[in-house]
């Protein structure tokens, strides 16, 4: 199985900040990797897909890289309602498999 | 509008039986990819399993040949027979779409509790 590892597990930040998390495959993966954001008792959400392209209705604030084994999420200015937990999730064999989430809190 | 709605979750002892169900609206389930996550109190997300529109069907390891996911398309309604139920059952399972050009969880259910617990 591909195993999924984001860094770091969580971050403090401020309303205003740039924002970077980073998720590792553990074998190439080209770019079948998709991010999601999950507030506290709610469903996931879809962010981005094929590592850099935006889900509609997405802010552009959000943005993808990466292919291979090394993917980025960033938020280019944080906004209130991005604190969250954020996943990252590869889509390149089954078993399909989730990176272990990033929390990111006010600061 | 696109809605998953699940159903079935509840209190079962270790060792019992549940049937999950996930009514679907505004797409043909019977045409996508549909797929069981599950999230453990506290914990990440977990795949479980996949049904293609084909009708293959594929499994995480872990679960051992104990879950089966099936479909009724007459009802548009996905479903998760969960038997030999552990304690690290225990989570949310979100019934979820898998977008076929995108290859991405695009629409998830808001998910159902189960408890596996004595």
């Known amino acids: 199985d591909i195993q999924m590892t984001q860094s770091p597990s969580s971050l403090s930040a401020s309303v205003g900040d740039r924002v970077t998390i980073t998720c590792r495959a553990s074998q190439s993966i080209s770019r079948y990797l998709n991010w999601y954001q999950q507030k506290p008792g709610k469903a996931p959400k879809l962010l981005i897909y094929a590592a850099s392209s935006l889900q509609g209705g997405v802010p552009s604030r959000f943005s993808g890289s990466g292919s291979g084994t090394d993917f980025t999420l960033t938020i280019s200015s944080l906004q209130p309602e991005d604190f969250a937990t954020y996943y990252c999730q590869h889509s390149y064999s089954i078993p399909w498999t989730f990176g272990q989430g990033t929390k990111v809190e006010i600061k | 509008e696109v809605q998953l709605v699940e159903s079935g979750g509840g209190l079962v002892q270790p060792g019992g039986s549940l049937r999950l169900s996930c009514a679907a609206s505004g797409f043909t389930v019977s045409s996508n990819y549909m797929s069981w996550v599950r999230q453990a109190p506290g914990k990440g997300l977990e795949w479980v399993s996949v049904?293609?529109?084909?009708?293959?069907?594929y499994y995480a390891d872990s679960l051992k040949g104990r879950f089966t996911i099936s479909r009724d398309n007459s009802k548009n309604t996905l479903y998760l027979q969960m038997n030999s139920l552990r304690a690290e059952d225990t989570a949310v399972y979100y019934c979820?779409?898998?977008?076929?050009?995108?290859?991405?969880?695009?629409?998830w259910g808001q998910g159902t509790l189960v408890t596996v617990s004595s």
């Open positions: 049904i293609y529109s084909g009708g293959s069907t």
């Open positions: 979820v779409r898998e977008s076929q050009s995108t290859a991405a969880f695009d629409y």
